[in-house]
């Protein structure tokens, strides 16, 4: 049997800063994963998503401006960004590996079981451990009619050799929104199926419109209140059947990807066996991130049930947060407040804050301004079509209560408005500024 001050369960970000940090400390380390090193983001989500979209945003940029500025639409090669993407992240798992060994971590490469609720065991390994972190993360959730079993996965999708001339999404979330206007503009045509009302339900509905329209002008066809029933082969690929409006309906695509949605990926720990309270949205955890039925077990990322988002900064902060905990016994607690989401669609699309609907339920006070502004000087130099803001301020105090964008450079302006709530600054704060101009930035005066 090995023993451990700390043994951490996933390589991602929150489990790499906890463990490093805990070592650097002077703690005796393990941490395991049965995937390479390096977690969704750095593998298998945020960087390589983001390496295969650069050419698509070329794309789109030379799309808008052909009738201006450009002669002709810059062809892209799938092939040629896949080769890149691999170059990044064939190297990242060995990298990280070599880090954990210079600062003393002790690494494995096998899944983890609970025994007993200080025990593990780790492949052939017994390991006991005086605190227990699990950062597993999220996996796709399992699609639960005949043939859900047919499917792929995002992280299919992001190694495909040569990518499908033809792709049906099931579920229609930001998974499905990124990768099908990627798809389409590297030449696939593209199929979502959502079984909601509309798509992307936990964004603005006013922001949602509108790239709902840039994603159908994409040719990407949006099939809404509509379930899957099951999926079988065909000689296109695959044959996807629905019932919309009580009619049984079919699509064709040579790949079907699962975009339902992910769940934490601790449901093969036996946490029961190390009395380790979980629902199915993770591990259930005080406010200090340490499981609630075992005081030895702390949990960061997509793992935990907690009220962040499944969003990478906030597991990076969950796992600095945690590292103080174990270090220092309980003495920090996560800040879930103005953290930015984004929508890597093209244009982008992005919020934070609070939604109309919550600052309804919160009963305040509000100013709502939206608007979609295509005839505004950052939109209108780029031929682009899709521009659109919401902003919530509160009527009293002048403070920003949230912000919902779409359009050219979003994932970056959002970042400001995410100061403004976090620094508690007022619209006048905001219209008093002095930006750069022209920019993307110096619109948010005018949005408040």
């Not at 002669?71 to 798992?93: C, G, H, L, N, Y």
């Given at each position: 049997?090995?023993?451990?001050?700390?043994?951490?369960?996933?390589?991602?970000?929150?489990?790499?800063?906890?463990?490093?940090?805990?070592?650097?400390?002077?703690?005796?380390?393990?941490?395991?994963?049965?995937?390479?090193?390096?977690?969704?983001?750095?593998?298998?989500?945020?960087?390589?998503?983001?390496?295969?979209?650069?050419?698509?945003?070329?794309?789109?940029?030379?799309?808008?401006?052909?009738?201006?500025?450009?002669?002709?639409?810059?062809?892209?090669?799938?092939?040629?960004?896949m080769k890149s993407k691999q170059e990044f992240v064939e190297i990242m798992p060995?990298?990280?590996?070599?880090?954990?060994?210079?600062?003393?971590?002790?690494?494995?490469?096998?899944?983890?079981?609970?025994?007993?609720?200080?025990?593990?065991?780790?492949?052939?390994?017994?390991?006991?451990?005086?605190?227990?972190?699990?950062?597993?993360?999220?996996?796709?959730?399992?699609?639960?009619?005949?043939?859900?079993?047919?499917?792929?996965?995002?992280?299919?999708?992001?190694?495909?050799?040569?990518?499908?001339?033809?792709?049906?999404?099931?579920?229609?979330?930001?998974?499905?929104?990124?990768?099908?206007?990627?798809?389409?503009?590297?030449?696939?045509?593209?199929?979502?199926?959502?079984?909601?009302?509309?798509?992307?339900?936990?964004?603005?509905?006013?922001?949602?419109?509108?790239?709902?329209?840039?994603?159908?002008?994409?040719?990407?066809?949006?099939?809404?209140?509509?379930?899957?029933?099951?999926?079988?082969?065909?000689?296109?690929?695959?044959?996807?059947?629905?019932?919309?409006?009580?009619?049984?309906?079919?699509?064709?695509?040579?790949?079907?990807?699962?975009?339902?949605?992910?769940?934490?990926?601790?449901?093969?720990?036996?946490?029961?066996?190390?009395?380790?309270?979980?629902?199915?949205?993770?591990?259930?955890?005080?406010?200090?991130?340490?499981?609630?039925?075992?005081?030895?077990?702390?949990?960061?990322?997509?793992?935990?049930?907690?009220?962040?988002?499944?969003?990478?900064?906030?597991?990076?902060?969950?796992?600095?947060?945690?590292?103080?905990?174990?270090?220092?016994?309980?003495?920090?607690?996560?800040?879930?407040?103005?953290?930015?989401?984004?929508?890597?669609?093209?244009?982008?699309?992005?919020?934070?804050?609070?939604?109309?609907?919550?600052?309804?339920?919160?009963?305040?006070?509000?100013?709502?301004?939206?608007?979609?502004?295509?005839?505004?000087?950052?939109?209108?130099?780029?031929?682009?079509?899709?521009?659109?803001?919401?902003?919530?301020?509160?009527?009293?105090?002048?403070?920003?209560?949230?912000?919902?964008?779409?359009?050219?450079?979003?994932?970056?302006?959002?970042?400001?408005?995410?100061?403004?709530?976090?620094?508690?600054?007022?619209?006048?704060?905001?219209?008093?500024?002095?930006?750069?101009?022209?920019?993307?930035?110096?619109?948010?005066?005018?949005?408040?």
């Amino acid at each position: 049997m090995k023993k451990y001050d700390l043994f951490v369960i996933g390589s991602g970000m929150a489990g790499m800063n906890i463990a490093n940090r805990c070592a650097s400390k002077g703690l005796k380390v393990g941490i395991t994963d049965e995937l390479p090193y390096g977690g969704t983001c750095a593998l298998r989500g945020c960087d390589p998503k983001k390496i295969m979209l650069a050419a698509t945003e070329l794309r789109h940029f030379a799309t808008n401006l052909e009738d201006r500025n450009i002669s002709d639409i810059p062809e892209i090669s799938w092939k040629a960004a896949m080769k890149s993407k691999q170059e990044f992240v064939e190297i990242m798992p060995a990298k990280l590996e070599k880090g954990y060994e210079k600062n003393g971590v002790e690494t494995f490469h096998s899944s983890a079981r609970f025994i007993k609720e200080n025990q593990l065991k780790v492949g052939d390994e017994i390991i006991e451990a005086a605190k227990i972190v699990i950062a597993t993360g999220a996996k796709a959730r399992h699609l639960d009619f005949p043939g859900g079993d047919l499917t792929l996965t995002s992280t299919d999708f992001l190694n495909f050799e040569n990518l499908p001339k033809s792709l049906i999404f099931i579920g229609g979330g930001y998974i499905a929104f990124e990768f099908a206007h990627m798809a389409a503009r590297y030449g696939s045509k593209v199929t979502i199926i959502h079984r909601g009302e509309r798509p992307l339900e936990n964004f603005d509905p006013f922001i949602v419109e509108q790239i709902t329209k840039a994603t159908e002008e994409l040719d990407i066809e949006l099939i809404l209140n509509t379930d899957v029933s099951k999926i079988e082969k065909s000689e296109a690929g695959y044959k996807v059947t629905a019932n919309p409006d009580g009619n049984e309906k079919n699509w064709e695509a040579e790949v079907v990807i699962n975009s339902a949605g992910r769940l934490p990926a601790i449901f093969d720990l036996d946490l029961d066996k190390g009395n380790v309270k979980f629902t199915q949205k993770g591990i259930v955890a005080n406010e200090y991130l340490q499981s609630t039925s075992n005081p030895n077990v702390y949990v960061a990322g997509d793992a935990a049930a907690t009220d962040g988002k499944p969003l990478t900064p906030v597991a990076v902060m969950e796992g600095h947060i945690v590292a103080s905990n174990i270090l220092k016994e309980n003495s920090k607690k996560p800040d879930y407040s103005a953290i930015p989401t984004v929508v890597f669609t093209s244009p982008a699309m992005a919020s934070v804050g609070l939604s109309e609907e919550q600052v309804n339920q919160m009963g305040l006070d509000f100013i709502v301004k939206k608007n979609s502004i295509p005839n505004w000087f950052t939109a209108k130099r780029l031929n682009e079509k899709t521009y659109a803001f919401k902003t919530l301020i509160e009527k009293d105090s002048g403070k920003i209560l949230g912000a919902h964008l779409t359009g050219p450079h979003a994932e970056e302006v959002i970042n400001l408005f995410a100061m403004a709530i976090k620094g508690g600054l007022t619209s006048k704060d905001i219209k008093t500024m002095i930006l750069t101009y022209p920019s993307a930035s110096s619109d948010i005066v005018y949005m408040v």
